[in-house]
């Protein structure tokens, strides 16, 4: 078959001589062949006519790509939850693990201040319980050099008011 279609001449392409005019192609009516033959067709006046807009995607083209960017909007957004959620998830471990560590130090300190504890450590140093609750009065002049030996001294220590000046200061204030 491929060297019959070989073998066939090409089709010749006729041309028109230079200079030539292209007669308008005529159209008969019916039986008024005659005298339509002789009159030449007059041609309608030219016009612009509007330009057909091609459209570059069809409507199937435009929803599936529509579709397609939702899909990926959606998975987009759910990797984004799932990676908030993760995190999420460490931060409450890690809150949970403070909460459980903040309730043993807790716990610590209150062993450590609990009554038992205290005299057990007390009676490992040497100490004993005392047998009466009787207080010691410092005299004065022993406040006042430890006082001076220190550095510093409250002025009220070191000018101390009148008798009477304590007795006018507590009716001013006792009286309505």
């Known amino acids: ?20 005019i292209v007669q308008p192609a005529r159209r008969y009516q019916g039986r008024e062949k005659s005298s339509t033959q002789s009159q030449p067709i007059e041609r309608p006046d030219l016009r612009l006519v509007e330009q057909v807009r091609v459209k570059r995607f069809s409507m199937v083209t435009t929803v599936l790509i529509a579709i397609a960017t939702i899909l990926t909007s959606i998975v987009v957004f759910q990797t984004v939850i799932a990676e908030q959620q993760l995190r999420l998830d460490k931060i409450t471990t890690d809150v949970r693990l403070a909460r ?12 450590l201040r609990a009554p038992d504890y205290l005299r057990e450590q007390a009676m490992l140093l040497g100490m004993s319980q005392g047998l009466s609750t009787k207080f010691e009065e410092i005299p004065a002049d022993v406040v006042a050099s430890v006082m001076a030996a220190t550095g510093g001294m409250d002025k009220e220590i070191l000018n101390p008011p009148m008798l009477e000046d304590l007795a006018s200061k507590t009716m001013k204030i006792a009286r309505p």
Do not use: I
């Not at 459980?100 to 610590?108: A, V």
């Open 1 to 20: 078959m491929a060297t019959a279609v070989s073998m066939r001449p090409a089709p010749v392409r006729l041309r028109r001589p230079a200079g030539s």
């Open 100 to 111: 459980f560590h903040y309730d043993e130090l807790r716990q610590q300190r209150a062993e």
